[in-house]
C-alpha cells in the first residue's frame, strides 16, 4: 500500500495530541490550558492578544484559559509599561508544571524517533520547520 504523507503526518500530529490531552488531565487542565502554559513558558510576558495570535484563538478564549489557570494558581496577569494591557506570566507552580510539560515532550518525541538513526533525526529536524515555513 502506498503511503499517503500528509495523512501520515496528521496521524503524528493526532496521536501527539492525544497523550498531551492525557498528560493534562493527570494536573487537572485541558489540552489548551497546557497549551497556554508551554507557550509562557517559552516567552513569558506576552499580551492576551499576543498569545490569542499564537494559539490561532480569539483573545476572550486566551482570557478565560488565563482565568482558569490563575483560580489553580498556575498563570498571572501583571501590569506592564502599556497602561492598556497586561502581560501574562506563569506563576512558580505554573512554571513546575510547564517544566515536567518539557519533560513529557521530550519523552513524547523520543518514543516518536524511536528506530530512526541521527542523520535522519538531523533532516526532519531541517525538513520540519522548512515545511511550517513555506505554508505560512
Request: hydrophobic share 45%.
Amino acid at each position: 500500500m502506498k503511503h499517503d504523507t500528509l495523512v501520515e503526518l496528521y496521524d503524528v500530529a493526532r496521536l501527539i495530541r492525544t497523550r498531551f490531552d492525557r498528560w493534562a488531565r493527570t494536573y487537572g487542565m485541558t489540552r489548551a490550558q497546557g497549551v497556554i502554559l508551554a507557550r509562557l513558558s517559552r516567552r513569558p510576558g506576552m499580551t492576551q492578544n499576543e498569545m490569542a495570535a499564537q494559539c490561532e484563538v480569539e483573545p476572550i478564549t486566551v482570557g478565560r484559559l488565563v482565568d482558569r489557570l490563575a483560580e489553580a494558581g498556575g498563570a498571572a496577569r501583571e501590569a506592564c509599561d502599556d497602561k492598556r494591557a497586561v502581560v501574562l506570566v506563569l506563576t512558580k507552580a505554573g512554571t513546575k508544571v510547564a517544566e515536567r510539560l518539557l519533560e513529557g515532550r521530550r519523552r513524547s518525541l523520543a518514543r516518536a524517533l524511536v528506530g530512526i538513526g541521527a542523520a535522519d533525526r538531523k533532516v526532519l529536524e531541517r525538513l520540519v520547520p522548512q515545511m511550517l515555513n513555506n505554508l505560512v
